[in-house]
C-alpha cells in the first residue's frame, strides 16, 4: 500500500537504517502498529520477517510481549559482522533508560521514538497548507489510519487549493506569491 504518510515514515526509517543498521523503534502508545502491519501483512508478535520498508530489504522483529523474546529472536541476525538491516519495533514498550533488555542493539545501532503526530505534520506539509494540517492534528485521539484517510492511497486526494495557485512550501513563500500576483493584475 502507498500513500504519503507510509513513504514518509518509511523514508524516515530507511535513512535511519542506513546510518545505524539496527532500529530498536519504541512505540509506547502503538500508534505506528497499522504501518507496520502495511510493511508485514501481519498483525505481529514475531519475527524475525523479511519485508520491504521503502524499497529496502528489512528484517523486521515484532514485540509479541516480551523484550527477552524479542533479543532471542535478534541474537542470530547480529552475531555476524556484517548484520543486514534489523528493525525491532516495540509496539506499547516504554524504554527504560536504566535497564532495557535491548540497550546493546540500542547503542550499537539506534533508538527511535517518533512521535506520530510530528512525522505527520512533516509529511502532510508536502501536500496541505499548514493550515489544513493544524486542523487534522488537533483534533482528539488522532489515529494513523485517520491521517491515512485525509491524505489519500495512491496520491487519490484532495490537495490544499491554495498549494495549488501558490508557489512555495512555506506560508510566508505562499503569501509573498499571492502579493506578487495580487500586484500584478492590479497594475493592469
Keep these: 500500500m502507498t500513500h504519503l504518510l507510509h513513504s ?4 524516515q526509517l530507511v535513512e535511519r537504517l542506513g546510518r545505524h543498521r539496527v532500529v530498536v523503534w ?9 504501518f507496520v502491519q502495511e510493511a508485514t501483512g501481519t498483525n505481529g508478535g514475531g519475527g524475525p520477517d523479511l519485508v520491504s520498508v521503502g524499497g529496502t ?9 516480551s523484550l527477552y523474546s524479542a533479543r532471542a529472536r535478534v541474537e ?9 538491516a534489523i528493525v525491532i519495533y516495540l509496539a506499547g514498550v516504554t524504554r527504560d533508560p536504566d535497564g532495557s533488555v535491548l540497550m546493546e542493539l540500542e547503542l550499537a545501532g539506534s533508538r527511535w521514538e517518533p512521535q506520530l503526530k510530528q512525522l505527520a505534520r512533516n509529511a502532510l506539509r508536502q501536500r496541505f497548507t499548514d ?9 482528539q485521539n488522532v ?3 485517520d491521517l491515512v484517510a485525509a491524505a489519500g492511497v495512491d496520491g487519490e486526494s484532495v490537495p490544499s487549493v491554495l498549494k495549488t495557485l501558490l508557489k512555495g512550501r512555506s506560508p510566508e513563500d505562499q503569501r509573498a ?3 506578487t500576483q495580487y500586484a500584478e493584475a492590479h497594475q493592469r
Design 57 to 65: 530489504p528489512v528484517q523486521m522483529i515484532t514485540h509479541d510481549g
Design 8 to 11: 514518509y515514515i518509511a523514508d
Design 177 to 179: 506569491a499571492w502579493e
Design 143 to 145: 489515529t494513523y489510519s
Design 76 to 84: 542470530p541476525l547480529v552475531s555476524g559482522d556484517e548484520p543486514p
Design 131 to 139: 493550515g489544513v494540517v493544524d486542523e487534522l492534528l488537533n483534533r
Design 26 to 34: 519504541y512505540d509506547p502508545r502503538a500508534e505506528f502498529e497499522p
